[in-house]
């Protein structure tokens, strides 16, 4: 079987401090991945080493048998990454938002879409507001929106229930069932219970 | 490849339009500066025209440089700028986006500014014409190579270090184009200066985005 993502033998230093070494693992198609550990343990700096965004000190990142560094845009088109900030710009509405970070990632979201996604996040309303006047756990909700448009196979997500309630938690894990069924990769952290029947691996970074 | 870059250029004027206070200001700064210097050196008709080449690029060189930490510091702060890294289309292409929609925020308006101010200091129909074809070609210099600028010194706190950084790169197109007005009023031609100022924008537009492409990938790792 083919093997979608692994990361080889990965280390990650910051400033002088180790903060990991030797982290192996796997994600095939349909599976879960979730990296757990305490606060400082590199949850964050793993996520954006898998993602391209930082080198790792050691090892390798590999998409289908070849270093992710070497495919960069063609690996760039499988992914999707919501790490920390939304990438949601205060000063124009969810749909403008939407819209032109769809157009920034290659692939132009129609507005039919672009509604479908906002009402299924349950956003209807706040479509013309500017972001700036939405709550939190709302500007949370439109950057997870990009979820259902961008078309992506792998999920790179970073803490995405924070600040969102109960009902939208639900929606999420409804969504990461779909993505899941449909063939598609999730890594992601999370202090939260996640109640993925899917098969559904751990890494523990200590 | 064009969607990507419409996308960036599109969000970055309409974050200005929404923004319209920092064109302005900006626009502002550049008039108030060159209209302190008939205050400060008097109001001598030949000394005002002898020097207006020079106040006039100086005074877009600062008002450039005004506008430069914001373009990239606000997408750093709001995560906009990680996507950017991620997206499939190459770095550099969404830089040179980003470089031409702060030309047209910020060096577009100073170029039409610029005749204006150029009367106040009494500069010729023909001397403005040319002031204003050195500025057209001077300008999106001045964006390009403050793109690298503010790719390297993203997530310092140091407006004063972008200007430490770039101005002395500034200073070619500066000699430039001043140059190309003292030669018209000298009764030259200022073709020469001119082409050389169209290379130089040449080899930015070249050089420039795939640098700053770089810094931010270091920048931000």
């Known amino acids: 079987m083919k093997v979608a993502l692994e990361a080889r033998d990965l280390a990650c230093v ?21 990296v757990t550990g305490r606060n400082g343990s590199g949850k964050t700096s793993l996520l954006r080493i898998l993602c391209g965004l930082s080198a790792p000190e050691e090892g390798a990142v590999c998409w289908n048998g070849a270093d992710i560094r070497t495919l960069r845009e063609e690996f760039a088109r499988e992914l999707l990454y919501i790490g920390h900030q939304n990438g949601i710009k205060d000063d124009l ?36 507001i500017p972001c700036r006047f939405l709550s939190q756990g709302q500007k949370r909700r439109v950057a997870l929106c990009r979820l259902l448009l961008a078309g992506r196979r792998l999920w790179v997500l970073d803490e995405p229930y924070t600040a969102l309630d109960a009902a939208a938690i639900g929606t999420m894990q409804e969504t990461l069932h779909r993505h899941l069924d449909a063939g598609g990769m999730v890594i992601l952290t ?17 | 490849m064009w969607t990507t870059i419409r996308g960036v250029l599109i969000r970055d ?20 500066v060159v209209t302190l210097f008939p205050l400060g050196v008097g109001p001598e008709p030949a000394v005002l025209r002898d020097i207006a080449p020079g106040v006039v690029w ?29 997206a499939p289309q190459p770095l550099a292409l969404l830089v040179l986006a ?17 005749p204006l101010l150029g009367l106040q200091l009494g500069l010729g129909w023909e001397e403005l014409q040319v002031l ?25 706190r140091g407006g004063v270090l972008i200007a430490l950084l770039v101005l002395p790169l500034y200073v070619p197109t500066l000699i430039l184009g001043t140059g190309a007005v003292e030669n018209q009023m000298a009764g030259l031609s200022p073709e020469a200066h001119l082409s050389l100022l169209g290379a130089l924008l040449l080899l930015a537009l070249f050089l420039a985005p795939w640098a700053a492409a770089a810094a931010l990938r270091i920048m931000v790792d």
């Open chain 2, 132 to 156: 204003m074809a050195a500025l057209l070609l001077g300008t999106p210099v001045l964006s390009l190579i403050g793109a690298i600028g503010a790719a390297l010194t993203l997530g310092l």
């Open chain 1, 93 to 128: 509405t969810a749909v403008e938002n939407l819209r032109l970070a769809s157009m920034v990632g290659g692939r132009p979201a129609t507005d039919d879409a672009i509604d479908a996604a906002l009402r299924g996040m349950g956003l209807a309303g706040c479509e013309d």
């Open chain 1, 14 to 34: 910051r400033g002088d401090r180790r903060l990991f070494s030797g982290v192996s693992f796997c994600v095939d198609a349909g599976e879960v991945l979730q």
């Open chain 2, 98 to 114: 980003k470089i031409l929609a702060h030309w047209i925020v910020a060096g577009l308006p100073l170029v039409l500014m610029a």
């Open chain 2, 13 to 32: 004027l309409l974050l200005a339009v929404r923004r319209r206070q920092d064109i302005l200001t900006a626009v502002l700064f550049f008039v108030i």
């Open chain 2, 58 to 86: 100086v005074a877009a060189l600062l008002a450039t440089l005004l506008s430069l930490d914001r373009l990239f510091a606000a997408d750093l702060r709001d995560g906009t700028l990680e996507q950017m890294l991620l």
């Open chain 1, 190 to 206: 999370t202090h939260q219970e996640v109640a993925l029947s899917a098969r559904m691996r751990q890494v523990h970074l200590s």
